[in-house]
């Protein structure tokens, strides 16, 4: 990566100026504040340091130097935000994006090459049926281009055409074991990753006699449905012009979706949302539109998925169709006009799960009127104040019941509170991780921090702790001095690039003093040393030899007495 370079633009880009380009900035006190782009926010909970040249999130934990900002707003790359700052400042900077690392780049470049075989075959005289079909469902050549659609021959062509990568094609899912093409008489979907790269196919049959209609490509190492969502690769773009994304069930709703205009529409791929898919869907930082089938199972999977979503903070509307069974048969009957028309009647996730819960019972009878109420109590954790605010009233007025009464039944989201001077074995993570983060934090920050770490610690029992003292060690005799913005665009390719942002996003104080710093050390060693205390205890149990045992009894004398040295010169924080 082009260190040397990107330091240079980083250094000559003001941090203020470039995101008071995306959103207002507010000068108070030493920091400028605004509203956070990152999440639902609405009052400015962004601070941005142009001493430190960094900006953090205090609601969300958002955080970073100037090109962790702009990569996170514009969606793109690390290296794509260093050009588009680069730009802003007046400074040149280039890259090849086509010569990005990629351990999967031959069964990347084979899928490719499947592609573009059948989107030839598509246009065989054997596929005349197949472009028939297509016609009748009004998928015209720009559809066909744009979603690179094709078709499987009947026979094994794609194993003989392609026979000297047979073993590669097995393990991609595309041909058996017994050497026979997987697809077969079947017009073809490629399935693309976030990135744009085809990682595997659907393939639809022309045939009525009782064989399954869909066939999909197994999971390999390329394609996992848990990390795709059909056509996201195409729609983010949009999802950002049109300030939301419209998620459906099946490939050919995205499709017919898209033909009509709706070029935000991104499928299901057979699964209900994973934490994968919601972290790509809160990337793009619009409403999310669930325009689910028109059935009991398109109602459920309404109501599942929209938890889900809900949970993460990301704003649900919901679409339910009448008169058709999916989006794609709906606009055949009654065109792009009436879905521009349903689409712009959604509603939120909270009207439609009150609404769906009520299904259930008959609110004429009081007993079904109490198990309704406590249903939806269960929905409420108070993590939301203003949702469970609104519900709560809603309830009391529709159904005459006391606001108090209802509010007094919600179960808050446990908060486990753990003192910091509890040693015991059962709060030794949550103690263990705060003073390191912490203590890793300051040496992000200071050289002194650095060098504290080395002559009173040195080391972290836990791996990845270690792994990242390495990494900020190594920069550190690489460069002769630190700094966290700049540090930050280094560890871009590093390979534990996300414990580190995981760490700094957990960072609730920023302020760093070599009084706190000295109190995290000394926290640390505490519980080193009643873990050393804990081991030696153990072996002494353990050993038959005398002489071992008085060793280990010497050991754990001073291993005690440095604890209470600790303890009398430390204080509480």
Request: charged content about 30%; aromatic content about 10%.
């Amino acid at each position: 990566m082009h260190q040397n370079k990107i330091d240079e633009i980083r250094a000559n880009a003001d941090i203020v100026q470039v995101i008071s380009g995306y959103i207002p900035l507010t000068l108070k006190g030493r920091n400028y504040f605004g509203v956070c782009p990152f999440h639902d926010d609405h009052s400015p909970s962004m601070s941005v340091s142009k001493e430190k040249q960094l900006y953090r999130c205090f609601s969300c934990g958002a955080g970073g130097n100037v090109f962790n900002f702009v990569k996170e707003y514009e969606n793109v790359s690390f290296l794509e935000a260093v050009k588009i700052v680069a730009s802003k400042v007046g400074l040149s900077f280039s890259y090849d994006s086509d010569k990005r690392k990629d351990a999967f780049e031959k069964e990347h470049k084979l899928m490719n090459l499947c592609m573009t075989y059948y989107q030839n075959n598509l246009n065989s005289k054997e596929a005349l049926e197949a472009r028939s079909y297509l016609n009748s469902r009004s998928i015209d050549k720009d559809i066909i281009k744009m979603f690179h659609l094709g078709f499987a021959f009947k026979g094994n062509n794609l194993t003989k055409a392609l026979k000297s990568n047979t073993s590669m094609l097995e393990s991609l899912g595309l041909t058996k074991e017994d050497g026979g093409d997987v697809f077969q008489n079947r017009i073809i979907f490629p399935i693309f990753n976030p990135l744009g790269d085809v990682v595997a196919f659907i393939g639809r049959t022309l045939l009525k006699d009782g064989i399954p209609k869909y066939l999909n490509s197994k999971e390999t190492a390329i394609f996992r449905k848990g990390n795709v969502l059909y056509n996201y690769h195409n729609a983010k773009d949009y999802a950002k012009k049109n300030k939301k994304i419209i998620i459906v069930e099946g490939n050919m709703d995205a499709i017919r979706m898209s033909a009509c205009g709706f070029l935000n529409t991104i499928a299901l791929m057979g699964t209900a949302l994973t934490s994968n898919h919601i972290d790509l869907l809160k990337k793009l930082r619009v409403p999310v539109v669930l325009l689910l089938d028109n059935d009991d199972a398109g109602k459920v999977n309404t109501y599942q998925n929209g938890l889900l979503l809900e949970k993460e903070g990301v704003n649900v509307r919901v679409v339910r169709l009448s008169l058709a069974k999916d989006p794609d048969e709906y606009l055949v009957k009654f065109g792009p006009l009436k879905m521009e028309e349903a689409l712009k009647h959604d509603v939120s996730f909270l009207d439609f799960k009150l609404n769906y819960l009520k299904e259930s019972y008959n609110l004429s009878d009081y007993k079904d009127l109490i198990l309704y109420l406590k249903e939806v109590l269960k929905t409420i954790d108070g993590s939301d104040a203003l949702e469970s605010e609104v519900i709560l009233k809603r309830l009391a007025s529709d159904y005459d019941v006391s606001y108090d009464l209802l509010k007094s039944m919600v179960k808050p989201k446990e908060n486990v509170f753990v003192p910091i001077n509890d040693v015991s074995k059962k709060v030794r993570k949550s103690r263990y991780d705060l003073c390191a983060s912490m203590i890793l934090y300051y040496m992000m920050n200071d050289e002194k921090y650095i060098k504290k770490f080395q002559s009173k610690l040195g080391y972290f029992n836990e791996k990845k702790y270690r792994q990242i003292a390495s990494e900020v060690l190594y920069y550190y005799e690489k460069h002769r001095m630190i700094n966290l913005a700049d540090f930050l665009s280094y560890v871009e390719v590093s390979p534990i690039k996300d414990d580190i942002l995981e760490l700094l996003k957990s960072i609730k104080k920023e302020d760093v003093s070599d009084n706190t710093m000295d109190e995290y050390l000394k926290n640390i060693r505490l519980i080193m040393i009643d873990e050393e205390i804990t081991d030696l205890k153990k072996k002494q149990k353990e050993s038959m030899d005398e002489n071992e045992k008085n060793e280990l009894a010497s050991k754990v004398i001073d291993l005690k007495k440095e604890k209470e040295e600790i303890k009398k010169e430390r204080s509480d924080f």
